[in-house]
């Protein structure tokens, strides 16, 4: 089955540094990905679509100048968490759909969970 | 704005018996999918089941099946035989635009 590998599971970093999450489709070819955001007990905040090649769309709210998201190839996504700062601890999945499974299929990473000190 | 709803944050269920987790949606579009994630401790998210929008048979993965009623945009999950294994976040979603838009997720706990 479609697999995608997220990494690193953890991370810890200091203030004002830059952080970067790998996205990568193992077995299939991801034409677009989708990061999300997830506090402690709740939901998944989608934070930005990404097409191979093109630029990233981003929702309402989030910051593209502190969330950059690159998708170079069909199989590697990656966020760039910069300047990070304590309010963006928190956990980040990414998730990845083939554009010709007619069965809308999204594969999620398995996370990670980011703390900024 | 389309939304997803979940209106239980906490259901408990005892081991063996059925439980109904509830979800509501709105979309403009005409074709669409629904679905159900179990969120486990882990944080690893699992797809328990599917729903085509265009199809009137409600889905069912062994112990796990759906109550659609599209006119109602309702888009309900029973478990049955419910085992300790099944305790976890559950989330519903709707694709709308080729996004994956979450409800706000129900915390399922299973009694021996």
């Known amino acids: 089955g479609a697999v995608v590998s997220q990494h690193p599971s953890r991370v810890i970093c200091k203030s004002g540094t830059s952080v970067k999450i790998e996205c990568r489709s193992l077995d299939f070819q991801a034409t677009t990905m989708f990061w999300y955001r997830q506090f402690p007990k709740q939901s998944l905040m989608l934070m930005a679509t990404s097409n191979e090649g093109s630029k990233a769309t981003y929702e309402q709210g989030v910051e593209k100048d502190k969330f950059l998201i690159n998708h170079a190839s069909l199989t590697l996504s990656t966020l760039t968490v910069t300047s990070a700062h304590p309010e963006d601890s928190s956990f980040y999945i990414c998730s990845a759909r083939a554009e010709l499974r007619a069965d809308y299929g999204y594969t999620f990473g398995s996370g990670t969970r980011l703390t900024v000190v | 704005a389309q939304t997803v709803t979940q209106s239980q944050p906490e259901m408990s269920v005892q081991e063996a018996e059925t439980v109904t987790l509830s979800c509501t949606y709105d979309t403009s579009e005409s074709d669409y999918y629904l679905f159900w994630y179990k969120q486990p401790p882990s944080r690893q998210m699992i797809l328990v089941i599917r729903q085509e929008a265009y199809k009137q048979q409600n889905a069912t993965e062994n112990r796990f099946s759906v109550n659609f009623q599209k006119a109602a945009k309702s888009f309900s999950l029973k478990i049955s035989d419910s085992q300790l294994g099944d305790a976890a976040m559950y989330f519903c979603?709707?694709?709308?635009?080729?996004?994956?838009?979450f409800g706000q997720g129900t915390e399922l706990s299973v009694k021996p």
């Open positions: 979603a709707s694709n709308q635009g080729g996004k994956l838009i």
